[in-house]
């Protein structure tokens, strides 16, 4: 009879073949119910395996404050659901690259703020391989200063009816430099797929930059995919109209980009975490 230890190897083998051997893994069984919080406050690598068996649910906190490097593989049973949250405030470079599988009829919902970095990356990849897979990602990144920080998000559909949604936001101020990378691949077979990719952004001066590109690529005839893209100022009408009504330009335009990222960090269900995520991004307002 193998060991529980034995067992737990059999199963994550393939994907510890990815990462070191001193990876953390969470498992959650069928039908069960989880909730985990991850903090990384020091300087380290961290690599993490998850497996949610079907008709479970996880609710998974990561909350990175020191330079990192993280590697996440997340693979979801039939059925199951996943509310992925990242909050990652560091001036330091953080790399943090995220792996997801879904298979049939599972659901993800991923909200990811970035506030701050020099050179971080933080990459998602989901792989939608069963029927009726869903993928929903959120994503806000505000850089100050001379900060710099890539956002990737890459969402295959590898079968028919499937949906993702991606929308992601970006705020730079005086010389930060953002990126988005965004790309939905739709192979042959994924007949009948819903794909869309948005990604809004918001210079607040003329030496910052955010580029951003997302890409489709589709191979099937039966789809629903659309992507776009802005970059631009805050608006001036906007601003005007505020301004008549008695506030001051600070405050007017305070308020703006308040309602610009809020609706970013509404999208994270739990309240304690939220209201986290809510200083950290008034706190990086402050700076912009």
Known sequence: MRTAEEWLRSRVGELLTDMEEDAVVVYVPEKESYSYYFRANETAVYNTIVIVEAGAR????????????????????EGSELRLNDLIVCEKSVDMTTRLTANAHSKIKNVAVLLGGNQSAVDYRTDL????????????VMLSGSEQA????????????CRSNELVKGVAS???????????????DAQATEALQESRNLLLGDDCRFITSPQLEIYADDVKCSHGATVGQMEDNALFYMRQRGLDEPTARRLQLTGFVGDIVQKI??????????RAVEEKLGEM
């Open 58 to 77: 996880l609710e998974l906190y990561y909350e990175i404050t020191q330079m990192s490097m993280n590697r996440r593989h997340i693979v979801l049973g």
């Open 129 to 140: 391989v069963g029927e009726g897979a869903e993928n929903e990602q959120w994503g806000l």
């Open 150 to 161: 890539k956002f990737v998000v890459a969402v295959n559909h590898r079968v028919a009816g």
């Open 269 to 278: 269900d739990n309240e304690e975490f939220r209201e986290l995520a809510n």
């Open 174 to 188: 005086a010389s930060a430099h953002g990126e988005f990378n965004g790309m939905v691949f739709v192979v042959p």
